[in-house]
Nanobody, 114 residues
């Protein structure tokens, strides 16, 4: 059974940093393309960042230069380092794993507020 468990969310002031983690189990992690999505209240879920099996990355324009996605295949974990957080980054953040199927985690809340 494939499971994705996110952690690392919380409340942070504008300009602050958080690092999200997503641990995968029940599947060969190195074979997965991994992504982070977010969904703010009343808005559609949007792609934030992706990392391919080979390590190439891509980012939404809104987070370029502030967020960094990385993976540690030995730990079955994908990370999202978020710096320079803004109130508009407030959302539930989800990780997604993809091979022939898509698998989603349960999400972790990130709130950016003073």
């Amino acid at each position: 059974q494939v499971q994705l468990v996110e952690s690392g969310g919380g409340l942070v002031q504008p300009g602050g940093s958080l690092r999200l983690s997503c641990v995968a189990s029940g599947i060969i992690f190195s074979s997965l393309a991994m992504s982070w999505y977010r969904q703010a209240p009343g808005k559609q879920r949007e792609l934030v960042a992706s990392i391919a099996t080979g390590g190439s990355t891509s980012y939404a324009d809104s987070v370029k230069g502030r967020f960094t996605i990385s993976r540690d295949n030995a730990k079955n974990t994908v990370y999202l380092q978020m710096n320079g957080l803004k109130p508009e980054d407030t959302a539930v953040y989800f990780c997604k794993a993809k091979n022939d199927y898509n698998y989603w985690g349960q999400g972790t809340q990130v709130t950016v507020s003073s």
